[in-house]
């Protein structure tokens, strides 16, 4: 049994209900314990780009917490990840700007030491528990199923550890269910998910791209990175947007949790595939009914 | 007013003391980061100009173009930039001078980014509030247009109507952001 501390985001709540369904199944099956950190709050990456220094305080104030279990903080979605580890590199890099956290954190009582590990769930996935465990695991492996594993941004940038131009690790979980994977460019590409309220033009041409490449290559699924912001992003708004033929993008997404999932013989229900909005059950059809 | 007294502080110096602007003097104009950059046929002057506006003193040009609040904070430049300028954190820092100066770029984001960050102080982010009073009080047709897509998440119950629960981290958050401002406002001293 793996014992972690687990961050879960505010959108994990609301759009990235699904993911985290498929999320503490998929954990279970792997032995993995996630303890839910006690009294989380936002990660402080809506404040960034407007003001640095509430984000790395408001970071912080979460790894303060975190750091005395002395366990290892996951972060399944990216942009939650990225926060965190950049606000931690910023207080060790930056002893200008940790003073001012230290005196803002020290307004509410609290204490950063900066020992905390700030880790991806994906990484955890990979390195802690290891591709073959998850093969062992597989029941109902996804034979000539053809999945783009799409990694947005923050996953592998700018911190890592996986490469940040063309990260492969999500692919290799992929490959060790037993799927094939596709070779498509922009699989690190931005889906521009930080603007989807204001930007919506800007949004749907960079959506554009990354969908016509993963049909242009043959991917028949998008396994998604674990960020509930990238996945909702990709799942609500394909369907306005039109591919080269003129007709809308019917690309079914599903978060990389919900495949293994798939795989680990769970139903569909069990791992959250009723909440997704592109028609996923259809195109996993083949694999689900396996068991049932 | 072109003219520097000197001792005064430039807007190179100013972007420098801000965070995330350190490095701007590092900057060697090769133009990687306007290459990499993912939504560049959106900006006014792309990253690199602006580097080089900045340095030039072009204060009001550069706060007031949409070019900074384009940056979808992709890390793509700042990944690639062979002198670590971190040009996605530079953008930052011209778009909290922008904000906290009162300039209007002819972009909603600015808004956006606005009320984004008031809505972390309840500690966690209640999405469907948090839009409405941006689409109501800034944008909106911006709001109708978009109408459809919460409709989709709505219906599958991936926006909750509600507030997440109160946590107790919340007088903690609120202490902490009170201390940031008045941090600020004494320029950085604590």
Redo the contacts between chains.
């Keep these: 049994m793996k014992r972690y501390t687990y961050y879960p985001g505010c959108a994990m709540a609301s759009t990235g209900q699904g993911i985290q369904t498929s999320i503490d199944a998929v954990c279970k099956v792997l032995d993995i314990e996630l303890l839910e950190l006690e009294d989380w709050t936002c990660c402080g990456c809506p404040g960034e780009s407007i003001n640095e220094l509430a984000a790395v305080a408001m970071a912080t104030r979460n790894l303060a917490i975190a750091e005395g279990a002395g366990l290892d903080v996951v972060v399944p979605c990216s942009c939650c990840y990225r926060n965190l580890l950049g606000a931690h590199t910023i207080f060790i890099e930056q002893p200008r700007i940790r003073k001012q956290v230290e005196a803002a954190l020290k307004a509410a009582g609290l204490e950063y030491k900066g020992t905390a590990r700030i880790r991806n769930l994906v990484d955890v996935f990979l390195m802690d528990v290891g591709a073959d465990v998850i093969h062992s695991k597989v029941k109902v492996p996804l034979n000539r199923l053809k999945v783009a594993s799409y990694y947005g941004c923050h996953e592998s940038r700018p911190f890592g550890p996986d490469d940040f131009e063309f990260p492969q690790w999500q692919d290799k979980i992929v490959e060790s269910l037993g799927a094939e994977t596709v070779f498509y460019p922009l699989k690190a590409q931005c889906c521009g998910g930080a603007q989807l309220f204001s930007q919506t033009d800007m949004v749907r041409k960079l959506l554009y791209k990354i969908l016509d490449d993963v049909e242009k290559h043959g991917g028949q699924i998008i396994s998604s990175t674990l960020c509930p912001l990238c996945f909702t992003n990709l799942d609500v708004n394909q369907g306005r947007i039109r591919n080269r033929e003129g007709k809308r993008f019917e690309m079914p997404i599903v978060a990389l949790s919900q495949l293994m999932g798939i795989a680990f013989g769970l139903t569909p229900k069990e791992v959250g595939l009723n909440k997704n909005i592109s028609p996923v059950l259809k195109a996993l059809e083949s694999y689900t009914k396996v068991l049932a | 007013m072109s003219t520097t007294i000197r001792g005064a502080k430039t807007f190179v110096d100013e972007v420098a003391s801000?965070?995330?602007g350190?490095k701007i003097n590092e900057c060697i104009q090769c133009g990687v980061c306007s290459g990499s950059c993912?939504?560049v046929e959106?900006w006014e002057f792309p990253p690199r100009k602006i580097i080089a506006m900045i340095r030039a003193g072009k204060r009001k040009e550069v706060l007031s173009s949409n070019s900074a609040f384009?940056?979808?904070?992709?890390?793509?430049c700042?990944?690639r930039c062979p002198r670590g300028v971190k040009p996605a954190?530079l953008m930052?820092?011209v778009?909290?001078i922008a904000?906290?100066e009162g300039y209007r770029p002819k972009?909603?984001?600015?808004?956006?980014?606005?009320s984004?960050?008031n809505?972390?102080n309840r500690?966690?982010?209640w999405?469907?509030g948090m839009?409405l009073r941006?689409?109501f009080f800034d944008?909106i047709w911006?709001g109708v247009?978009?109408v459809?897509?919460a409709w989709?998440?709505l219906r599958?119950?991936?926006?909750?109507l509600t507030p997440?629960k109160k946590?107790?981290?919340?007088?903690?958050?609120v202490?902490?952001?009170?201390?940031?401002e008045e941090?600020?406002r004494a320029g950085?001293k604590?």
């Design positions: 801000e965070p995330g350190e993912t939504t959106w384009n940056c979808v904070t992709c890390y793509l700042t990944v954190q930052h820092a778009e909290a904000e906290r972009t909603p984001t600015l808004k956006l980014f606005r984004l960050r809505s972390m500690g966690r982010i999405e469907l839009a941006f689409y944008n911006l247009r978009n459809p897509l989709a998440l599958r119950g991936l926006m909750p997440p946590v107790n981290g919340e007088k903690q958050v202490a902490i952001m009170k201390k940031v941090i600020q950085g604590i």
